[in-house]
């Protein structure tokens, strides 16, 4: 009965141990330090990096704001006067110059109407030649008295009508010429075309669009601008742009006065003056920054763990290599690091990555220290 006893006791005492073991491998991967009192041997200190934090008065916070890219000019050119297209003459993503050819009409109509008018107007000339020599017969017959005055009225009436048939023949002469020249659609500047409306057999009234041409020059951006910032832009001044991982720099060319009341913004025109690979239609914004006042230090955005009720903290390592957690508050976010206040003391040893695994207390070995390295960063804290 007693060695049944004590087998029972070994039995509690594993159950006891395992348990231990498991609410250990539950705390998530905690390094828990334990020692064996029978050996009197304590578990290695976990090796952190830790980097001093630095506090200051201000920041510089730098703010993105969207729009979008776009040329310079933009034409959906058409011909001037309908007709069946015969030919369209460029494909999409045709780089073409200035005046080159873009498309063309069947010219038969054309043709045939300039003809048209071409006799109209020698008709015109031969009763203008008509007139003039009746006129001047009825003026020898006036000066030696055999017509009257009446008559050489007529006659000069006659020759005035006529002349300005002729004239009105020789103007629509002219634009029977400007319509076989139009018949063929140049392109208004150099660019590319991004569209093509209409192929050969179509009929197209006059001024419908055939192609889109977008300008090969200088892209522009357009962005949406708070009103107290867009105050601050000087038209003329170079400011910096960011499109994905492309940077790019527009000088400000126009500042609109009216504000969208959806955004509370106000449209700003910027010309890019380095596009550097930069696509019409593409996302771009318009990188601002401003100093904001408030005291505080830079920490890496991994330094933070997330608490309770949206709070924030960071691990510090004491001066016994012990951890201790600070609560902290966020005043601003960059893509890397954060601009925080709070418990947090200037010069504290903060740990640069907090991998949720440590506990108050817990002994650590420091085997990097970047002092400042937050404080003296050049780059500035994007909202975002």
Not at 285 to 294: F, P, Y
């Amino acid at each position: 009965m007693r060695r049944s006893i004590r087998s029972t006791g070994r039995g509690a005492l594993w159950l006891a141990t395992a348990a231990t073991i498991g609410v250990g491998a539950l705390l998530g991967g905690r390094a828990v330090v334990t020692a064996n009192a029978e050996d009197g041997v304590a578990a290695e200190p976990l090796p952190v990096a830790v980097f001093e934090a630095r506090y200051q008065d201000s920041f510089e916070e730098r703010r993105l704001f969207s729009g979008r890219i776009a040329p310079a000019q933009v034409a959906d050119a058409g011909f001037q006067l309908p007709g069946e297209v015969a030919e369209v003459l460029v494909r999409i993503g045709d780089r073409v110059e200035r005046g080159a050819p873009l498309a063309k009409l069947d010219p038969v109509r054309i043709e045939l109407r300039r003809r048209e008018v071409e006799a109209q107007l020698s008709e015109a000339r031969a009763i203008l030649e008509r007139a003039e020599a009746t006129l001047a017969r009825v003026v020898t017959l006036v000066e030696e008295g055999f017509a009257t005055a009446q008559e050489l009225d007529d006659v000069t009436a006659e020759r005035n009508s006529a002349a300005e048939r002729v004239r009105l023949r020789e103007r629509s002469l002219a634009r029977a010429v400007e319509d076989a020249d139009d018949t063929v659609l140049k392109a208004p500047f150099s660019g590319f075309v991004v569209r093509r409306y209409v192929d050969a057999g179509e009929t197209v009234a006059a001024g419908q669009p055939v192609v889109r041409l977008n300008e090969a020059a200088a892209l522009e951006a357009t962005v949406g601008v708070p009103t107290e910032l867009a105050d601050q832009l000087v038209v003329g001044e170079r400011y910096p742009l960011v499109s994905g991982d492309l940077e790019a720099e527009g000088i400000v060319e126009g500042i609109s006065d009216d504000v969208d009341l959806a955004t509370r913004s106000r449209a700003v025109r910027l010309r890019i003056t380095n596009d550097s690979g930069l696509v019409p239609g593409n996302l771009i914004r318009l990188a601002l920054s401003s100093e904001r006042r408030g005291r505080g230090a830079w920490v890496p955005i991994a330094a933070l763990q997330e608490g309770y009720r949206g709070l924030w903290s960071v691990y510090v390592v004491d001066s016994d290599e012990t951890i201790r957690r600070k609560d902290v508050e966020i005043l601003s976010l960059s893509d890397d690091r954060a601009f925080v206040t709070g418990t947090l003391d200037d010069g504290d040893r903060v740990v640069s990555s907090s991998t949720f695994r440590f506990v108050r207390g817990q002994k650590v070995r420091v085997v990097t220290v970047n002092a400042g390295e937050m404080a003296t960063s050049a780059a500035a804290s994007t909202v975002r």
